[in-house]
């Protein structure tokens, strides 16, 4: 017998499950708080505050959430091939590169908003050629882009420790990062728009690249399920055999899919390097990458879940920084325990509140598990 | 009247919504040889997981034997000496026969006492039932019909007095589903109960007692065999009248369109599943491939259509050369006319999780009419779907809804519209009808007559004997990867018969 599961709704189906899947998280993660021996109600609430509580708190988790849009979108892109790419750390890291060559070698002779649409194109193509690899081999060799993509986070990072030291820092300098970049190198703050909302800030880094990841989300939806090459990448995520008898060419498919989700993992580098620090420094992504996993299989791999989910993450790196500082017994890593167990439920137990729900949904109103339509079928 | 073996009473299923069970009676006479058929998605399997304990009825109660019986696991119905066959076997390939038989009812920790017992007891069991299987053979050493025959010896061994056998005829050739159903008559005979599911009308005929009708969830008849007809029956199956044979007229061959010249094609272990196999297929004719499954249609389907690579041997496609050492483009096999309807539409032919407008331009989707520049023309897309839904009378007709949540019958039309629409010189066709319910077989039979009229070059692979013939104008049959005889529609079923069992052409032809 084939899977004898109703069907949900789709609000249920990609609000209320993610929503429980969520809540679980939370739930195991107080359960934690609790272990090290503090009030779980009041670190929630301290979270709330520190990420939500004044326009400066706002300002910093939009954020950390921009860089978390592209990463998720990176993500996404690529799961909807049913490639796993886990290498958006390193795409994301080697992208700050194709930003620091454009932005050290133009930031002196053009102004900021011809830099920007540069730098947009390096940190792409930065990223994009460290997808390239893997890809390759994945599509030619296929060796598991799973093993390839984490591989390659670790020789990102070594090849950026070896760049920043020996190459792109100024004589003289102590700390491994290239100079400061000038005006022409800086992207505008979006902070004005928060304070034009009567939000107070001091200063936080919250820029214009936040707007490019909105557009890219947008982007991401057309090409998924509005042109040809989505279609193409969809059809090859969830049925090979079907791709190959559609006259779809495996090798090329996942290349490009790949690519395209290295370019949305580089360009995640423009929200600090050019945004923010304006500088490169060493371990600048400070795990977007991977946030980016968690923010894909929060938001079911579309444009409409994963800005939602990225907003969440940000709250989460936000609040979590007030938090560690409010409970000293509380460090930055129980974000990242929380993140763990999000990713443990909306990821690898995406399924298990899910018949429970369906039955629910089964006997309080058949029609709603729209299963009629299967059996509407008659001589 | 002979005392009862099994009776249910009242029983009923859900699967959230879906009734796949209602209210469902049967009396199973014990020592005889018990026929259920229906539609798929009728309720045949859920009924018997449901007595077999894979799954729990919600309502009724099960007698076996006359007392009532809690079968809550398959371990419960085992104990109460109900066996079951499946469709798909249940078997370690890298077993022995022995070993096979003995898992799960191995005994103690070591295993050379169990194995002793069981080789005795399979040898009793080959005396006494004519099943012969050498008990040290590897399983994935021995043809289908003796792999089934290890399923039915492992049931008896459990004790099994009632055996429920699930479509055990679709792998097996007519001689060895001859010699299943000789075995099952002497088991029958030694006072076994035998539930035969099935969706073969034939074999109804041919060796059950007593057949039960399903049709959506519901039991709709109970009759003595003797007592029916194969019209009635269809009849009761689904709910109207439908004609079990295609009416078609004679075929006029015109130019050939397809031509295979010494083709041979190699799995991804490097055995040879297509020998050096040449066929033509005209204009306006159905070739029909005859075999048993597994004989290489598979992989001579796929390397023509470009889906697989080919060793060696050329195919020309309306006079023009097909390049198959790099595996021929299937976009570009398309463009030049050439529609291909795959064995396996779940994996292959259509991407089940598509809303079903986008499963209507698979493979076709680079078309102009289809896009806007790189974009989807989403509009075009649906609109088209929407005729074909109409045309073929695809079910429900929602080009919005998932395709995996069409029925069998419905998603195959949706194939069928699909390259049938594209007006395709060469109609290349597999296994058209498997898991399709007889209502739409009646229909799928009639369009592919119709391409014939309309002069494409069809040709045909099916595992099952009775579509061959009636559809085919000319019949090829494959044996071991190679085409070991051609026939005319009228040949007989036992003469094709020997040959799909691979026996030489002169003995056959006698």
Same mark, same amino acid.
């Given at each position: ?19 429980? %899947? ?165 992207? *505008? ?15 936080? *880094? ?34 090979? $055999? ?29 929200? *600090?390097?050019?945004?923010?620090? %304006? ?101 | ?222 009759? $003595? ?22 009416? $078609? ?26 020998? %050096? ?211 005319? *529609? ?21």
């Amino acid at each position: 017998m084939s899977a004898p599961y109703a069907k949900l709704p789709a609000w249920a189906d990609y609000g209320l499950i993610p929503l429980i %899947n969520l809540a679980v998280a939370f739930l195991v993660a107080g359960l934690v708080v609790m272990l090290v021996g503090e009030n779980p109600f009041r670190a929630a609430a301290i979270l709330v505050e520190g990420a939500l509580g004044r326009g400066q708190n706002i300002a910093y988790t939009l954020y950390y959430a921009t860089s978390f849009i592209f990463t998720g979108l990176a993500v996404a892109v690529a799961f909807h091939c049913s490639l796993f790419n886990i290498g958006g750390e390193g795409q994301a890291y080697v992208g700050g590169l194709g930003v620091a060559v454009v932005c050290l070698a133009f930031d002196s002779i053009l102004p900021w908003w011809v830099v920007f649409p540069l730098a947009i194109l390096g940190a792409a193509l930065f990223g994009a050629a460290w997808a390239f690899i893997p890809a390759y081999f994945q599509a030619r060799r296929g060796s598991h882009i799973v093993i390839t993509t984490i591989m390659f986070n670790f020789i990102a990072a070594s090849l950026m420790v070896y760049l920043l030291v020996n190459v792109l820092k100024p004589a003289g300098a102590q700390a491994p990062q290239t100079r400061n970049f000038l005006e022409g190198g800086q992207l *505008p703050k979006l902070n004005w728009v928060l304070e034009a909302m009567g939000f107070s800030i001091r200063s936080a *880094p919250f820029n214009l690249s936040f707007l490019l990841a909105l557009l890219a989300a947008f982007l991401v939806w057309v090409l998924i399920w509005r042109t040809r090459l989505g279609y193409e990448i969809r059809m090859r995520g969830f049925s090979p $055999k079907a791709a190959r008898y559609a006259g779809v060419s495996e090798t090329k498919i996942i290349i490009i899919t790949m690519l395209i989700s290295g370019a949305l993992a580089g360009m995640m580098a423009l929200n *600090p390097v050019m945004g923010d620090q %304006n500088r490169l420094q060493i371990d600048f992504v400070t795990g977007a990458g991977f946030v980016g996993i968690a923010v894909a299989l929060m938001g079911r791999s579309h444009p409409a879940g994963i800005v939602p989910a990225a907003i969440l993450f940000g709250m989460l790196y936000q609040g979590g920084a007030e938090l560690a500082f409010e409970m000293p017994n509380i460090s930055r890593d129980m974000i990242v325990i929380i993140q763990g167990l999000v990713i443990l439920f909306a990821g690898a137990l995406e399924h298990m509140f899910r018949p429970s729900i369906q039955a629910l949904f089964a006997s309080l109103s058949p029609r709603s598990a729209g299963v009629e339509a299967q059996q509407g079928e008659g001589g | 009247m002979a005392e009862t073996a099994i009776e249910l009473k009242g029983i009923s299923k859900s699967f959230g919504a879906v009734h796949a069970n209602r209210n469902i009676d049967l009396k199973i006479e014990a020592g005889t040889i018990h026929g259920i058929i229906g539609e798929n998605g009728a309720g045949k399997s859920t009924l018997m997981s449901i007595l077999y304990g894979f799954y729990q009825a919600d309502r009724g109660r099960i007698d076996v034997s006359g007392k009532k019986a809690a079968i809550n696991t398959p371990s419960d119905a085992i104990a109460l000496g109900i066996g079951m066959v499946h469709q798909h076997f249940m078997l370690v390939q890298n077993f022995s026969v022995l070993e096979n038989v003995i898992l799960g009812a191995e005994g103690e920790a070591l295993l050379n006492t169990s194995i002793a017992r069981a080789r005795s007891e399979l040898e009793r069991l080959e005396r006494d039932y004519g099943l012969e299987v050498d008990p040290d053979a590897i399983i994935e050493d021995l043809p289908v019909g003796l792999q089934q025959r290890v399923e039915i010896l492992k049931a008896l061994y459990r004790g099994a007095d009632i055996l429920i056998l699930d479509e055990p005829t679709g792998v097996l050739t007519p001689a060895e589903a001859d010699h299943l159903f000789r075995i099952l008559e002497q088991l029958k005979e030694e006072g076994k109960t035998i539930i035969l599911i099935t969706h073969k009308l034939r074999e109804i005929m041919a060796i059950t007692d007593n057949v039960s009708v399903m049709r959506q969830g519901t039991m709709v008849a109970t009759r $003595k065999t003797a007592e029916t007809s194969v019209e009635e029956l269809a009849e009761l199956m689904v709910g109207r009248r439908v004609l079990l044979q295609v009416e $078609k007229g004679e075929a006029s061959p015109g130019e050939v369109l397809l031509s295979v010249r010494n083709l041979t094609v190699k799995d991804s272990r490097g055995v040879t599943m297509v020998d %050096n196999v040449s066929l033509d297929v005209r204009a306006g004719e159905i070739v029909g491939i005859a075999g048993v499954a597994g004989n290489g249609q598979s992989q001579l389907l796929d390397a023509i259509t470009g889906v697989r690579k080919a060793i060696s041997g050329t195919v020309t496609l309306d006079g023009e050369p097909v390049d198959l050492t790099g595996a021929a483009d299937p976009a570009d096999l398309r463009a030049r006319g050439m529609a291909h309807v795959p064995e396996d539409r779940h994996h292959v032919g259509l991407v089940l999780p598509f809303e079903e407008n986008e499963n209507a331009m698979l493979g076709y989707h680079r078309q102009a009419k289809y896009l806007n520049g790189p974009f989807l023309n989403i509009e075009a897309i649906r609109a088209d779907a929407r005729e074909k839904i109409e045309k073929y009378d695809i079910r429900p007709p929602d080009c919005r809804l998932k395709t995996a949540n069409f029925s069998g019958g419905n998603q195959q039309k949706i194939v069928l519209a699909r390259e049938m629409e594209q007006d395709p010189k060469v109609l290349i066709v597999g296994q058209p009808t498997r898991g399709v319910d007889v209502g739409a077989i009646e229909f799928i039979h009639k369009r592919l007559i119709d391409m014939r009229d309309q002069g494409k070059a069809v040709l045909l692979v099916s595992v099952e004997l009775d579509e061959i013939r009636s559809l085919s104008d000319r019949i090829l049959v494959m044996f071991a990867g190679r085409v070991v005889g051609e026939r005319g *529609p009228e040949a007989s079923e036992g003469e094709l018969g020997l040959l799909m069992a691979g026996v030489e052409e002169k003995e056959a032809a006698e």
